[in-house]
Every structure is written in C-alpha cells, then in structure tokens.
C-alpha cells in the first residue's frame, strides 16, 4: 500500500482524510486506485493533477514506479506561462 | 522516462556549455528579416478583422450580418453559428467561447463575429455594418465585489464539486493547501500580523500583437502560420474547435515577438481558419494594440488576506493566507498555483492557504510568467517584511531562519531534495549590494520567490548532413535564445564546434508533439531531449566505425568530436572524425541522425532572492528605482547571457506590476487604457542597470543540471519593490501598483 | 477615394508608390513595400517598434501618413547594415544578447544610430532617455544600453 497526501479541500470527497492508502505500483494504478476508492475525487482526477513522487513532480508517466515507502503527493496539476 | 541522474553528480566539464556565443537569429533580428507573425503574407489573401463588445456583460439578442456581406469586396462573415456543434472538453469550449461569442458577450472587447474582405478598408466598414441586438446586463469587475450577495451572475451553475453550497455563483474552485494546525501555531507567535494586500490585473504586455495567416482547401488541409508559445497546441485546439483531423492541419510558428505565458492559447486562430474556410482564400489576421489589451490575456488580479505569526526571535509560528483570484469571464485563475506556491520558500509547522477561483467580466486571463505566483509571494513576503522590521530583525536574517531546505517538508505537500533558496540568501547577505549605504527617503527592499517549473512532450530529431555539419529540429517557438542552446547542447554532447551545428524550428508536420514553450521547460526539457538526440547519433556513428574497423561496438568510443578505439581488444585505429564519418554514412547503411521522443518529468523547483533599492519623492509620491539585484539558482546556465537577461526581464515586468501597470475599469466596466500610453509599461528612463547573479545548484533530473529560469524572476519583485518603498515611504503599502498618487496618499494619511 | 502618387528615396533607392490618402508610412513599408523589418506595436506613436528617420528626423512611421515621404528620404532598419558588413550597433546588440524576442530590435537599432550621429559619447542616462520611447519587454533594457555604449565607444575608437 502506497500511503497519498492529498490536499485539503480534496477531503471532502475522502470522509475527511488528509492521507489514504492506495494499492499502487506505479502511477497509473495510484491514480485509478484514487478514483475506485473515493469516486468523489474522479472529477478532479479528470481534471487532471500533478502527482510528487519522492520529492520529484510527475504529470503524465503512468508508468513511473512507486516504491510503499515512497513520499506521495497529490498537487493541483501545474500551470506555467 | 528514466532521466539521467548521475551524470550530474560528478563535477561536469563542459567546453560549449557556459559560454556565451552568438545567437544563430541574431542577424535576422538586427536586420529585419526575422519573419514575426504579421510579416507573412499569401497570395490573394484577405484581411480578417473582429467585432467585439462594446458592453462588459449583454445578451446577444440577435445578430444581422447580411448588409456587411452584401458589400462589395466582403468575402465572408462568421459568427458563433458558423462553428460546429461539437462536445468539447470544457475547458476547450471556454477557448471558442473566447474567441467567438455565444449568447452572451462577457466583457468589454469580447469577439462576437468577424469579417473577410479584400482590404482592411472594407473589412472595418464591414464591421461596422453588422447589426447586434444586445440586452445590456449588470456587470462586475472587481473580485471582492463578485462574490458579494447580489451581485451580477456571470455563469450559473459552473461551479465545480470543491465548492460549498451556498457560496457566490461566480466562484467556480475553492482549493486548500497546507498542515499542521494554524491556530495553534498562531498561539506560539509573539505577534500576529493581520493585514490584506491587492493586485491589479496586468498584462504580458509583449510587443507583438498577435497574428496569423490562415489557408484551407475544400479537402480539409489546412495550413496556418502564427505567433505562439506553442503551435502543437494551435494546431490541436484549432483541429478540434473547427472539427478538422490533427494531422491535415500543419501549423507553423513565426518568430514569435514575446509571450510571456500570453500565447499559450488561442484567439484570431480558429476564427482565421474559419474564414479561409469559408472563402477558400488565405485569411491574414492582426490584432491592434487596443484589442489585444481588451480581448487577450491579462493576469488575475487578487485579493488576499494573512494571518502570520513570528517569534520576536524571527520564527514562523504559522501562516495562513486566504486568496481570492479573479480570472475574468471564465473559469481557471492561476489560484491553485498562488495557493500551492504562496509560503513555498519556508519551513513551517503549521500553514495554511485557501484559494478562491471568481470570475469577473473582464477578458479570460491567460499564464503569465510564474502564474499565480506573484501576487501570493507580494502578500507573504511584505507581511514577513513588515513582521521582521518590527521586531528590528534583518529582514534577510528572518528569511534565513524559516529558509525551506532539503527535507523540510514543503507547505505545498512534498518533501524538498536539494533546493538553492538558502543559497540565493547567502549570496543576497554577501553582496555589496546588501550593506551600501542609503539617502534619506530611500529604502531597501528584499523578498523570495519560488516556482515550480514543468517538462512534457518533447521531441527533437537532431541530423548529421554528408559535409558533417549538424541540424537540429525542436519544436518549441525560439522566445528568448534557446535555439543557440539547443545548438550549444548538441555541440557539447556531439564534441564539434557551436558553429557546427544549426536549430530550427520545426512545423507541426515534421515532429511528434511538442508542449508549449512555457513551464520554463525549453531548456530542461527541449535540452534533455536534445542531449539524448545527440547521444543516439554518437552510438550510431559508433557502430558504423566499428565496422569500418571491424571491431566490436563497445569497443569504440566517443570522445572529442571522433570515435576512437577504446579497451585492450580495439587495436590501434586512428580516430574517425564525426566529418569523416558523415562522409562515407552512405557507405555504412545511410544517412545518420539521432531523435528522442520524451516527455521528461522531474524539472525541478527554482528560487530566487531579489533586493531592491528604491526612491520616494514625498512631495509627488513618485518612486525611482536606483539598484536592482536578482540572485537565481539556474542549476547550470547553458548561455548566461541569455539567463541573466530573464532574469532582469522578469524583474522589470515585476517592477512595472509593482509600480506602474493595472487594468482600469470605469463604472461602466469598460477598459479606459487599453493603450502603451496609459498601460504604461517600464522604459529605458525608469531603470538602472539590473544586476543578476547567477547560482548554480545542478538540477539531479537533467544530465547537465539545468533548471528552468524564464519564470522564477517574476516571483519576487512585486513585494521586494513594496518593502524598499514601504521602508522609503514609511508607511505600509499594501495595495498594487504603487502609483505616485497611492503612495503620496498612503504618506499623507500615514 | 483615388489614391495619391508618391515619389520617394528609401534606404537610398528611388521608389515609387500609389497610397491612399489615410495610409500610414508604416502600412506602404510593410504592405506595399515588402519592408517587414518595421514593427507595429501598437499604431499610436507608443512603442517604437516602427521606428524610421524621414529626412535624418526620428519618427514613428505609424504616425506618418504614406504621402507625408513625398520627395523626402525614408531610412528603415533594412538600410542599416552596408552588404554583408553590419553596423556596429547590429553587431554589439548580437554580441551582447541585447534582444530576446527581437521584435523591439529594429526600432531600437534605428533610434541608437541616430543617437549616435547626434551624441557619439553619451552618458548611461541620455541613453536611457533617447530610447525612452522605444519599448521592449523581454530584457529590462540592461544589455541593450550596454550594446549601445559599447557600440558607441567603438565607434569614437573608429573615427
């Protein structure tokens, strides 16, 4: 289990937690994971977010891996000009 | 994709990298043959102008075009009807509502038809024969005044699922970043500073209006040329507003005169396709200096309200800052972002930011530089300022002590690896700068600021021709130099002289997609793929003088701009120059290229610290700027010339936030300086030298350690000018810009 | 509206056009001419980007009318650099990364070359002030006064 920090107002959709746990190898599960288990945060997920694994930001890469030790943050998806 | 992350760890000896040499578009720039986006024109071609608001917020009723198109020399008329129904995304669906107005018209200058006509003559009198029917409707410009009960509805029923019931219909997000416990940590404090700041709406304010030049056939093939950030974002919005297949639109990018984040949308684009459409004759299209003020991307202006508490040591107890952003008319201010980015640069226990997204009748704010950023940083870093000061603390002494570093947990969520903020301090306290004396009414300002930077798709395919000179093609418009880095990188990794090497910029047709140049992700990413590119073509030309020599391909190696044999079974071959390789490729199985096809991840985060001395004349309340120097953590500068110029170009645009530039909106809610005269940008005569300081903390996610650097330097001025002039004043000034009349008002009543 | 016949001399070559009466020099460079090099910025004498000499004098071309060059003689940013040899402003504002987006570069460079016939050893502070009217927003204006000093130092060394 992969333990998610997701940020405050995403915990009206998560019964009030700040971290949940998701089954997750890599992005993409973490992601799905995410959807299965709070269907509230789908249209955010749909959005689209950022994801910080172990202090590195990902936006994309289903396939990056994610250890169960890994430092995992949910961040709105990042805008640049 | 796995990045190279170890490279960097070993000292890096670079022989191109660093060094400032000539940009390959200098010439075409200093000479006028550089092509920008109104200098293409086509055969037969039509002008294309735009009707727009004249109202903030009306009902469009009805619209009769049928005198302008009976006109002579009037090739077409298009109007929100013309555009497919098609179910776009929202976001997609805001951008052609943007560009061609539905039901309703939302602000003052809002596009809601346009004309094609043999001549710009025709086409303004053709303008003005179209009839609009509208319902004025009640309208609200400022932020604060759209979330109050009552005020006038620009969408109902937009808002998204993070916003409570019960709340203004014009706000459509609500977001919350932080931990730890807020009011607890205000309890510890020794002082809790309550204050609230404004910003005014800027623009980015370059110097070439948008335009383009549009063409398509009665088969779907479409061509279009223009001035963006990004054309495979034109190409695709443009495909999928007017219906056509990606792949039979090419899109290619002109010199593009300044962005700034302000062209990484679309406006005259799918209207201009429209036309062409319609007409079946290239369409050109230009925007005057009054539209692109009323019609295109402004930043957010906001409103935001801190609660901070220190130590009278100088720490951070806890910090809480609520923001309200508005976006003009449609959803997606860069609130998230001031909100994620706001205490960015400190370690703090207990922290909190909430963002509020609102919507206004003004024009659909577009990125600008860092987005969001600015205006939280001008909040945070003036009520540290002012926390500090009162204490009697050095305000860069107080910044030291909170200073975020590695392991300290950001207030965004993530833990931080290696950062330079501390750095950018260090060096601040060190400088000359920091300790020259000043005269009276003068003061000395500093702040922090922080952003995030971003990669995405990339692709580069990089060329070997026979004579064994090399080109490279990226697909990122050219906004500030990077084609010389680009050619700098490739020549480093390639070992052959800069000269050697030429980048261009490729159209949508000869490269995979390529994200916008924006995210300060071109030289991170752009280079990334660039590097790899150039180490694709090195094995190839590796393996084929393997065979040349007959031995096996680990045994030769790169080094110096040739193959050489390497290892104790290579024997002894004189080494083959990249040249003399290129010249017998056709020999050794064909021509020799490298490409990469990436969407690097991992860019990194940036800081920077700027000080900043000012003036205030007491009698007029006039501020000059009298010295200037940003410190910046670039990871590794691949052409500081070029590094040192975004970091003084964001620091004058800051500057010009702080001081001079806003959106002025009259009671009627129209725009009363849409104009270089009274949207007054800095000129020469503002400004004194701008010093930068480059840092160099190497970035792990990039071989060479680059960091993006185009966004960062907008962060902190905004705030570092409101501290020098606030201690220069005397008084607390909280409210952007910082015009000679608010100053000496704040003086007087202080 | 007949349009009005003008005679004139731009970068030297004799030429000729019809322009209508409310044309702007800028539109008969740009539209007419084939001479791109002049930018519109912003059409209201604001920015500078279209910056040209009509008889040796600094005008902003956006507000000169096209009939106005009648037998008058029109320098532009493309009659700046002799053959393949640039004129040392071209060449310091290259050397000195003084541009970015280079949409300001012309305007500049004409408005500095006339600075510099008039004043070959200006302070830091005239230069500012020539070039106050000229707009760019990319570089914070340090490396193109650097570029025009340097450039004007060269110059005096020359002569």
Same mark, same amino acid.
């Given at each position: ?81 | ?750 | ?33 084939? *001479?791109?090099? !002049?930018?519109?910025?912003? $059409?209201?004498?604001?920015? #500078? %980007?279209?910056?040209? /000499?009509?008889? =040796?004098? *600094?005008?902003? !071309?956006?507000?000169?009318? $096209?009939?106005?060059?009648? #037998? %008058?003689?029109?320098? /532009?940013?493309? =009659? ?21 987006? =280079? ?57």
């Amino acid at each position: 289990m992969v333990q998610v920090t997701i940020w405050g107002s995403l915990s009206d959709f998560t019964e009030g937690a700040r971290e949940v746990e998701v089954d997750a190898a890599n992005l993409r599960e973490l992601l799905d994971g995410l959807a299965q288990r709070y269907p509230g945060l789908k249209p955010q997920l749909e959005r689209g977010v950022s994801v910080s694994i172990d202090g590195r930001i990902y936006n994309d890469s289903w396939f990056q891996p994610i250890q169960p030790d890994s430092e995992v943050v949910l961040l709105a998806r990042l805008k640049g000009g | 994709m796995a990045l190279d992350s170890k490279t960097t760890q070993d000292v890096m000896q670079f022989k191109v990298v660093g060094t400032r040499p000539l940009r390959p578009d200098g010439i075409d720039k200093v000479t006028g043959r550089a092509r920008f986006g109104a200098d293409i024109s086509a055969p037969g071609m039509l002008t294309g102008l735009v009707l727009r608001s004249p109202h903030a917020h009306a009902r469009i009723k009805s619209i009769d075009t049928s005198a302008a198109e009976a006109m002579e020399g009037v090739h077409a008329v298009v109007t929100r009807r013309d555009f497919p129904e098609r179910d776009l995304d929202e976001g997609t669906a805001d951008v052609l509502d943007n560009c061609m107005a539905g039901d309703k018209v939302l602000y003052d200058g809002h596009a809601l038809a346009a004309v094609a006509a043999s001549s710009t003559h025709i086409a303004r009198k053709a303008l003005k024969a179209i009839k609009v029917d509208y319902e004025p409707l009640d309208h609200v410009t400022d932020v604060d005044a759209a979330i109050q009960p009552g005020a006038p509805v620009l969408h109902q029923g937009r808002a998204n699922e993070s916003v409570p019931e019960g709340a203004s219909p014009n706000i459509m997000a609500r977001y919350e970043f932080g931990h730890g416990d807020i009011e607890a940590g205000l309890a510890q404090a020794d002082r809790v500073l309550e204050r609230s700041y404004k910003t005014e709406a800027t623009h980015q304010g370059y110097i070439e209006p948008h335009a383009c030049l549009a063409q398509m056939g009665p088969d779907g093939q479409a061509d279009l040329w223009c001035c963006t950030q990004g054309h495979y974002m034109v190409r695709n919005t443009c495909a999928e507003i007017l219906g056509l297949a990606q792949g039979q639109l090419r899109v290619t990018a002109s010199e593009i005169g300044g962005g700034f984040g302000g062209k990484t949308t679309v406006f005259l684009e799918p209207v201009a396709l429209m036309l062409a459409k319609k007409t079946q004759r290239p369409v050109k299209m230009v925007m005057s200096r009054s539209e692109v003020l009323r019609a295109t991307g402004p930043t957010a202006s906001s409103s935001v309200d801190m609660r901070i508490g220190m130590t009278k040591e100088g720490i951070i107890t806890g910090a809480f800052a609520e923001l309200r952003y508005q976006g003009g008319a449609y959803p997606g201010s860069p609130v998230d972002m001031g909100a994620m980015s706001a205490f960015a640069p400190y370690d703090l226990e207990h922290v909190k930011t909430i963002g509020w997204d609102i919507v206004t009748n003004r024009p659909k704010a577009a990125a600008y530089r860092a987005p969001g950023a600015p205006m939280a940083a001008f909040a945070v870093e003036s009520a540290i300022d002012e926390l500090a000061k009162g204490f009697g603390l050095d305000p860069l002494e107080v910044r030291l002590r909170n200073a975020a570093r590695e392991g300290t947990r950001a207030s965004y969520g993530p833990t931080y690896p290696a950062i330079g903020l501390e750095a950018t301090l260090r060096r601040a306290k060190d400088h000359p700068h920091w300790s020259a004396p000043l005269g009276p009414n003068q003061g000395r300002g500093v702040a922090c600021g922080f952003w995030f930077n971003f990669g995405g798709d990339t692709c580069v395919s990089l060329n070997v021709t026979p004579d064994g000179t090399v080109t490279v093609s990226e697909g990122n418009p050219d906004i500030g130099g990077s084609r010389a880095s680009m050619s700098m990188m490739a020549a480093e990794e390639l070992g052959i002289p800069y000269e050697k090497v030429r980048t261009i910029v490729a159209d949508t047709g000869s490269l995979g997609q390529n994200e916008v140049t924006d995210g300060s992700r071109v030289t991170f990413a752009v280079g990334l793929a660039t590097i790899k590119a150039a180490r694709a073509a090195k094995a190839e030309m590796c393996k084929r003088v393997a065979q040349v020599w007959g031995i096996d391909e680990d045994a030769v190696e790169w080094k110096d701009g040739a193959a050489h044999p390497a290892g104790p079974n290579a024997g002894t071959h004189p080494p083959m120059t990249l040249a003399e390789i290129a010249a017998i490729a056709s020999n050794t199985g064909g021509p020799i290229a490298g490409h990469c096809e990436a969407n690097p991840e991992g860019a990194g985060v940036s800081f920077a610290t700027h000080m900043v001395d000012t003036e205030v004349d007491p009698d007029t309340g006039a501020v000059k700027i009298l010295r200037y120097t940003v410190f910046q953590d670039a990871g590794k500068a691949v052409h500081p010339a070029y590094v040192e110029g975004q970091f003084q170009g964001g620091a004058t645009q800051g500057i010009g936030w702080a001081l001079n530039e806003a959106y002025i909106y009259g009671e009627d809610g129209l725009l009363q300086n849409a104009g270089f005269l009274d949207y007054r940008i800095p000129v020469a005569s503002d400004l004194p030298m701008i010093d930068a300081v480059i840092l160099e903390i190497p970035n792990p996610g990039h071989p060479y350690g680059v960091r993006g650097v185009g966004e960062t330097s907008i962060v902190p001025p905004l705030a570092a000018v409101a501290n020098a002039v606030s201690e220069a004043a005397g008084v607390r000034m909280a409210s952007l810009p910082m015009s000679p009349p608010k100053v000496l008002k704040a003086i007087r009543d202080s | 509206m007949s349009k009005i016949h003008v005679t004139t001399k731009i970068n030297g070559d004799p030429v000729e056009y019809l322009c209508e009466p409310d044309e702007t020099l800028l539109d008969v460079l740009r539209d007419q001419l084939g *001479l791109t090099g !002049s930018k519109e910025g912003c $059409g209201t004498g604001d920015c #500078g %980007a279209c910056t040209v /000499t009509l008889d =040796g004098r *600094l005008v902003c !071309s956006c507000l000169v009318l $096209g009939a106005e060059a009648e #037998g %008058a003689e029109v320098g /532009t940013i493309e =009659g700046m650099a002799e053959a393949e040899a640039l004129h040392p402003l071209q060449q310091k504002f290259i050397e000195h990364a003084a541009l970015q987006c =280079g949409i300001c570069t012309p305007g500049i460079l004409v408005a500095a070359k006339s600075l510099l016939e008039r004043n070959p050893d200006p302070t830091e502070e005239e230069t500012r002030y020539w070039l106050a009217g000229n707009l760019c927003r990319c570089t914070g204006y340090d490396k193109i006064i650097r570029a025009v000093m340097d450039a004007a130092a060269d110059m005096r060394k020359a002569s």
